[in-house]
């Protein structure tokens, strides 16, 4: 039995929790990862022609979120690698305490301890999922196969829990941490401008799992009131139609002092963006129309939401919602216990 199903179980579920990357080209890096990575200046030259040269710099600024996901990606297999050479090597002390190997004393906690499936657990499986199964599927057709699956779901999670254990007996403690990454905390906020912990969240109104991350946000807020600052950045994503306007909307209600009134109300309404429905919406939460209707269809605040999205590209953002929580950055409708691992994290640290 190996060791590294943990990150596989991780990358399958966080697939599912993100709208797709937004292709983008920023003007210049926050930072120069390449260069950093090879000891290269950014002004070294890549390309020569006609007596010209393309620098380092030039072409680092035309993929800056794909380099950022680089470093991302290289962080995570390195902690990964590390968490696995420590479980097998704590694997293989415990095994000796009890004259095991370490595939039998993984055999003996995991396999060992699963409970056996009752009746009714596997007819609540099939009753649950046979209009997935093959035509003509009786339950003692596909009671082993049942069977199979609710044993392979313990087995993950009995396992998740030993190797849990195994790292609190051991004292184990990871101690790389991910890069921080710069962002301004520039636009509406709720939360105490000192707050311990302030998270930068780039957003899309029209992203489903922008609104769905909001019950995580939500339950943040709640939690660790006073204690942490959200401010909210617009990165409309491109193959999203209404989501340009739908932010234009939301900043022109910031105007008038509404902006979370707004972010709510197009969170709720996400099947209803037009501009038609945009200024219904402003009409609802009492803005004032005329003034509303003046800046929308005038595209007064189109910088600001492009300034946004520039800033979130340059900071690594391919794909709505993305969160920076004290620099740190988690990606995705994640569950509140996420949110709530890393900021507990940042607060023990101040």
Not at 223 to 237: D, E, I, N, S, T
Request: net charge neutral; proline share 5%.
């Amino acid at each position: 039995m190996t060791l590294n199903f943990r990150h596989s179980l991780l990358v399958a579920a966080l697939a599912l929790t993100a709208c797709p990357p937004k292709t983008t080209t920023t003007d210049a890096p926050s930072t120069n990862t390449a260069a950093a990575a090879s000891g290269e200046s950014p002004s070294t030259p890549v390309v020569k022609y006609s007596g010209k040269t393309v620098t380092l710099k030039e072409v680092d600024a035309t993929i800056t979120a794909q380099l950022k996901e680089l470093d991302k990606k290289k962080f995570e297999m390195r902690q990964q690698a590390a968490e696995q050479l420590a479980l097998q090597a704590i694997v293989k002390d415990e095994a000796a305490k009890v004259s095991q190997t370490e595939d039998q004393y993984l055999k003996a906690n995991i396999d060992g301890k699963l409970p056996t499936p009752s009746d009714a657990d596997i007819k609540k499986v099939f009753d649950e999922n046979k209009d997935k199964m093959p035509p003509g599927s009786t339950l003692d057709s596909m009671r082993e196969q049942i069977i199979g699956f609710l044993n392979q779901d313990a087995r993950r999670t009995q396992a998740l829990k030993v190797f849990d254990e195994l790292k609190t007996r051991a004292g184990y403690q990871m101690l790389m941490e991910e890069p921080r990454v710069k962002v301004a905390a520039t636009g509406p906020a709720r939360g105490p401008a000192d707050a311990k912990v302030t998270i930068v969240e780039f957003s899309d109104f029209e992203c489903p799992f922008c609104s769905k991350a909001e019950e995580s946000v939500t339950q943040v807020e709640e939690k660790f009131a006073g204690k942490v600052r959200v401010v909210y950045r617009h990165f409309p994503l491109s193959f999203h139609s209404h989501a340009q306007k739908a932010a234009e909307a939301a900043a022109c209600a910031e105007e008038q002092g509404k902006f979370w009134e707004m972010h709510k109300q197009l969170f709720a309404n996400q099947r209803s963006l037009e501009v038609a429905d945009l200024k219904a919406h402003a009409a609802t939460i009492g803005l004032d129309a005329a003034k509303f209707a003046e800046c929308l269809d005038g595209s007064k605040t189109k910088d600001k939401v492009e300034s946004d999205a520039k800033a979130g590209a340059e900071a690594g953002v391919n794909g709505t919602p993305a969160f920076f929580i004290n620099g740190k950055v988690i990606s995705g409708a994640l569950p509140f216990s996420e949110f709530e691992k890393v900021i507990n994290a940042e607060l023990a640290k101040t």
